[in-house]
Each structure stands twice: as structure tokens, then as C-alpha cells.
């Protein structure tokens, strides 16, 4: 349904993106992750008609994003929930849209409904809503065509936690029924709930496509010690790379036999040293783009 192909994008000698190359399959949620800068946004851009590529191809069932005769039936896109008319009320917004697209009009209560903006909500003017509220209001205007795909740049971005919940449930029943999802968030553990494939983008450049039951069983080995800055000394030393996780452990890329002998070397103590499966999408995340993530991204001002 998404089938991105050696996409590369240039700004006179800088490379924002190169040979980015992906899928996203019908009835999956695609996790799309990347430190700031990454190219993430610059590659939905892409995929999305905003900014053309230098090289590469990226097509929405089969065809670029420009070629599809109604896009907004076929994929509904939310890059920006800021990007909304001010003065206008949800309704209108919704009502607009409907119109634009040419679908029954009763849709745009439905779909206003099924985000939470029925009622007063609906009727009060988009510059007086909330991040959240944008947020459900260019969710809404992405479903009101009924597409088949969407693409949802940070949608839970000023989303409450209740708000957080209620959208991976609504992503997971998109994607059961058939729909294809490509959501990018800096919300790790939401889109370890909600994922089925990963791809992680650092440095412009892929590091890591698969499902997420592949990825996040090749995290590597998880060792602790009772010194930690030690412990990271004496793999340093050893060229063994490791990054340290959230609750101070190591997260390393190598044989744990290798791992204990440079332990024993350096006169450690060592609490833990195991597989790292089930260590999680950040510290996968974090192994992944800790030493890659250089600014790839540009200002959309400027890519557009």
C-alpha cells in the first residue's frame, strides 16, 4: 500500500535523506522513529507530495501521492494539527473538508463524533482549541474520506493519557479492519503498544526495518554493575559499543562471554548479564540512533 524506494533528498550539499527504502503493508501499523532531525518529516513530505525528492520514488497504492485522482479518500494524512483555519469552527473545518472531497455531508458530524469534537467541542473556533483538541480535529479531517491509509505525523502530541489510549485503540481498529498505518511519534512506549513493523530512521539513513518481534529480539546483551562508569571503561576498552539504558544498565553489541571476560579484566562485579530480549523499543531505540542521529532534517519553510 506504502512502498517508499531509495528515496533521497538533497539541499544544495546537504543530504536531508538518502536511499530510504520501505513498505507498509495493509492491516499493519507501521512505527516510524528517528531522533530530531532524523528525516522523518522530510520523508513523509515526500511521500506525501509535499517536497519533491532528488531521487527515489515513493507511490501510494501504486501510484505517487499527485497521481491518485481523490488523495483524500485514499489516504488521510495529519503532518501538522496546527494547520487549521483559526477562525472557523471544528464543524466548519469538518464540514469543508466533507465538501471538498465530495462525501455526504453527515459524515462530518460522524467523524466529529467518533474523535470526541461532537457537542459544544464542535462549535468552538479552532484558535481556541487545545494542542489535543487540533490534534482530534486533524484526525478527523484525515478519516472523514474513509481512506484505506493514513499517514499521522506525532498525532498524539498534547494528547492526555486518556487521549493516548483512545488513539492507539482507534489506530489498532483502523489496522485490523484492513487499513495501512505509518505513524511517527516520539511516544516510544505507544508505539511498542501499537506496532506491528519498525523502522528506524538516524542520520537521513535506515538502521532498522522489521517486525517489531524481530527488532526488539536482537537488542543484544543487557549487563550491570555494581560500578557503573567501570563498567562502561572497560567495554569502551574492549571495542565493545554499548549504550546506557534508562534504569543504568548496558546495553552492548557483542558475546557475553566477551562481555565477562572484560569485565573480570577491569575487576568488576557483575548484577546482570543476559540477553537484552524484551529490553524494549527505547533502549533498541536508543542503541540504534545514539551515535547516528546528526541533523538530516531542514525546516519545512524551507523543504517545501
Given at each position: 500500500m506504502i512502498h517508499v524506494d531509495q528515496l533521497t533528498k538533497r539541499y544544495g550539499d546537504h543530504v536531508a535523506v538518502r536511499d530510504v527504502s520501505f513498505r507498509c503493508e495493509p492491516g499493519t501499523v507501521t512505527g516510524f522513529l528517528g531522533p530530531n532531525g532524523a528525516g522523518k518529516s522530510t520523508t513523509m513530505r515526500m511521500l506525501c507530495g509535499l517536497t519533491s525528492p532528488t531521487a527515489g520514488r515513493a507511490t501510494v497504492l501504486g501510484v505517487p501521492y499527485r497521481s491518485l485522482p481523490s488523495p483524500g479518500r485514499e489516504i488521510g494524512v495529519l503532518l501538522d494539527a496546527s494547520a487549521q483555519h483559526a477562525g472557523r469552527t471544528g464543524r466548519e473545518v469538518l464540514g469543508l473538508t466533507a465538501q471538498l472531497l465530495g462525501v455526504d455531508p453527515g459524515r462530518a458530524e460522524a467523524t466529529l463524533r467518533r474523535v470526541g469534537l461532537d457537542g459544544k467541542?464542535?462549535?468552538?473556533?479552532?484558535?481556541?482549541?487545545?494542542?489535543?483538541?487540533?490534534?482530534?480535529?486533524?484526525?478527523?479531517?484525515?478519516?472523514?474520506?474513509?481512506?484505506?491509509?493514513?499517514?499521522?505525523?506525532?498525532?498524539?502530541?498534547?494528547?492526555?493519557?486518556?487521549?493516548?489510549?483512545?488513539?492507539?485503540g482507534l489506530l489498532r481498529e483502523f489496522a485490523d479492519g484492513g487499513g495501512t498505518v505509518l505513524l511517527s511519534?516520539?511516544?516510544?512506549?505507544?508505539?511498542?503498544?501499537?506496532?506491528?513493523?519498525?523502522?528506524?530512521?538516524?542520520?537521513?539513513?535506515?538502521?532498522?526495518?522489521?517486525?517489531?518481534?524481530?527488532?526488539?529480539r536482537s537488542t543484544g546483551v543487557l549487563v550491570r554493575s555494581t560500578d557503573r562508569t567501570g563498567l562502561r571503561r572497560a567495554l569502551a576498552a574492549a571495542g565493545l559499543p554499548s549504550t546506557t539504558t534508562t534504569d543504568g544498565g548496558q546495553l552492548v553489541e557483542g558475546d557475553p562471554e566477551a562481555i565477562g571476560r572484560a569485565a573480570?579484566?577491569?575487576?568488576?562485579?557483575?548484577?546482570?548479564?543476559?540477553?537484552?530480549?524484551?529490553?524494549?523499543?527505547?533502549?533498541?531505540?536508543?542503541?540504534?540512533?545514539?551515535?547516528?542521529?546528526?541533523?538530516?532534517?531542514?525546516?519545512?519553510?524551507?523543504a517545501a
Open positions: 467541542a464542535g462549535r468552538r473556533r479552532v484558535g481556541d482549541y487545545s494542542l489535543g483538541m487540533r490534534q482530534r480535529l486533524g484526525l478527523a479531517t484525515a478519516l472523514i474520506g474513509d481512506p484505506r491509509i493514513l499517514v499521522l505525523d506525532e498525532p498524539a502530541n498534547g494528547l492526555d493519557p486518556e487521549g493516548i489510549a483512545w488513539m492507539r511519534s516520539h511516544l516510544l512506549r505507544e508505539v511498542e503498544a501499537v506496532a506491528d513493523r519498525l523502522v528506524v530512521i538516524s542520520g537521513g539513513r535506515i538502521v532498522a526495518d522489521g517486525t517489531k518481534e524481530e527488532l526488539l573480570l579484566d577491569a575487576g568488576l562485579v557483575l548484577t546482570e548479564l543476559r540477553p537484552a530480549d524484551g529490553a524494549g523499543l527505547e533502549e533498541l531505540f536508543l542503541s540504534l540512533t545514539q551515535n547516528g542521529g546528526q541533523a538530516a532534517d531542514v525546516p519545512q519553510e524551507v
